[in-house]
Nanobody, 116 residues
């Protein structure tokens, strides 16, 4: 079972930026689709951005033009660059890996708080 560890969350002022990272424990990362999800208090978990093994990306409408997802297969690492953050981006952000077999794994989450 692959393990995922997120980092990079924290407190940031509105308009600020953060970069999240997610490191996978296994080299199967390179052939997997990986994604960022988030869950705000009282809300359901939602997809933020994903990237396939071939590099195709997908974004939620709410983050298009502000967030950028990328991957470094040599480092088994997924990134989420978040710019122009606002209070609605406050949530716990989770990394998810979907294997070629269709199984999935989640990280433990990292808190992002946007507040002045």
């Amino acid at each position: 079972q692959v393990q995922l560890v997120e980092s990079g969350g924290g407190l940031v002022q509105p308009g600020g930026s953060l970069r999240l990272s997610c490191v996978a424990s296994r080299s199967a990362f390179a052939i997997s689709t990986v994604a960022w999800y988030r869950q705000a208090p009282g809300k359901e978990r939602e997809l933020v951005a994903s990237v396939t093994s071939g590099g195709s990306t997908n974004y939620a409408d709410s983050v298009k033009g502000r967030f950028s997802v990328s991957r470094d297969n040599a480092k088994n690492t997924l990134y989420l660059q978040m710019n122009s953050l606002n209070s609605e981006d406050t949530a716990v952000y989770y990394c998810k890996l979907i294997s070629v077999l269709g199984t999935s794994a989640w990280g433990q989450g990292t808190q992002v708080t946007v507040s002045s």
